[in-house]
C-alpha cells in the first residue's frame, strides 16, 4: 500500500542556516503530495503542495520538488527563523477514485536557537 | 470561512465509556476526513465521507467505533466501550471534492484521555 518515510528528528539547527528534512513516499498510480505544519499548541496546517510530477510547490519561503524518478519530496529552506520552530509531517493522497485520505509520515520535529 | 471546528477540545473519561466528539467542516466542503494522531506519530486515517456517505473505514476502525454525516453537513464520531488504547488526539478535516485532490483543512482535534 501506500506509505511515506520522513527523515527522524529532532533536527536542531542555528537561525539562518539552511534547512532539508527529507521525505520519499511508495505509491500506485499519480498521488499528490503535500507538506503539513503543526506549530505548538496548534492544529496541522497545509505549507505546500504539488499534485504532479516537477511540479514545485513554495509557501513561506519553503519548497519542494515532486521526483517521480526517485519518489520524493524533500522539505528545504535557504535560511530559517526561530518562528519556524515547529512539527513537519509530510503526506500524499492517491489518485482521486482513492477518496482523497492523506497518508503521513511520521513527523520531523524542527528547533531553531537564535 | 471559519475554519473546521471540533468539539470537545479535551475528553477525559473512564475506561468502559462511551464518548462522542463533533466536527463541523467549512461549509462548502462535501468530504469531510476523521484521522487519529498519538504522540510522536502522524495522524492516521480513519474513515470519511463524501456528503452523508461514508465511503471508506479504515481497518483501524474496530466495531467500537462508528461515525455518521447527517445530511452531509457536521459529522460525530462516537466510541464505544472505550479503552487505554483509544487515548489518542482526533482530528477532523475537510475538503472540497472536485476533480484532483484538494487540500484538506483540519480542526484542532479532540484530545481523549481514558483513565
Known amino acids: 500500500g501506500n506509505s511515506v518515510t520522513q527523515m527522524e528528528g529532532p533536527v536542531t539547527l542555528s537561525e539562518e542556516a539552511f534547512l532539508t528534512i527529507n521525505c520519499t513516499y511508495t505509491a500506485t498510480g499519480y498521488p499528490s503530495l503535500f507538506w503539513y505544519v503543526q506549530y505548538p499548541g496548534e492544529g496541522l496546517q497545509l505549507l505546500l503542495k504539488?499534485?504532479?510530477?516537477?511540479d514545485k510547490g513554495s509557501n513561506k519561503g519553503f519548497e519542494a520538488t515532486y521526483r517521480k524518478e526517485t519518489t520524493s519530496f524533500h522539505l528545504e529552506k535557504g535560511s530559517v527563523q526561530v518562528s519556524d520552530s515547529a512539527v513537519y509531517f509530510c503526506a500524499l493522497s492517491g489518485d482521486y477514485n482513492q477518496g482523497g485520505k492523506l497518508i503521513f509520515g511520521q513527523g520531523t520535529e524542527l528547533s531553531v536557537k537564535p | 470561512d471559519t475554519g473546521v471546528s471540533q468539539n470537545p477540545r479535551h475528553k477525559i473519561t473512564k475506561r468502559g465509556q462511551n464518548v462522542t466528539f463533533r466536527c463541523d467542516p467549512i461549509?462548502?466542503?462535501?468530504?469531510l476526513y476523521w484521522y487519529r494522531q498519538t504522540l510522536g506519530q502522524g495522524p492516521e486515517f480513519l474513515t470519511y465521507f463524501q456528503n452523508e456517505a461514508q465511503l471508506e473505514k479504515s481497518r483501524l476502525l474496530s466495531d467500537r467505533f462508528s461515525a455518521e454525516r447527517p445530511k452531509g453537513s457536521f459529522s460525530t464520531l462516537e466510541i464505544q466501550r472505550t479503552e487505554q488504547g483509544d487515548s489518542a488526539m482526533y482530528l477532523c478535516?475537510?475538503?472540497?471534492?472536485?476533480?484532483?485532490?484538494?487540500?484538506?483543512?483540519f480542526g484542532d482535534g479532540t484530545r481523549l484521555s481514558i483513565l
Open positions: 461549509s462548502e466542503h462535501n468530504r
Open positions: 478535516a475537510s475538503s472540497s471534492g472536485g476533480w484532483g485532490n484538494q487540500p484538506q483543512h
Open positions: 504539488a499534485t504532479k510530477a516537477d
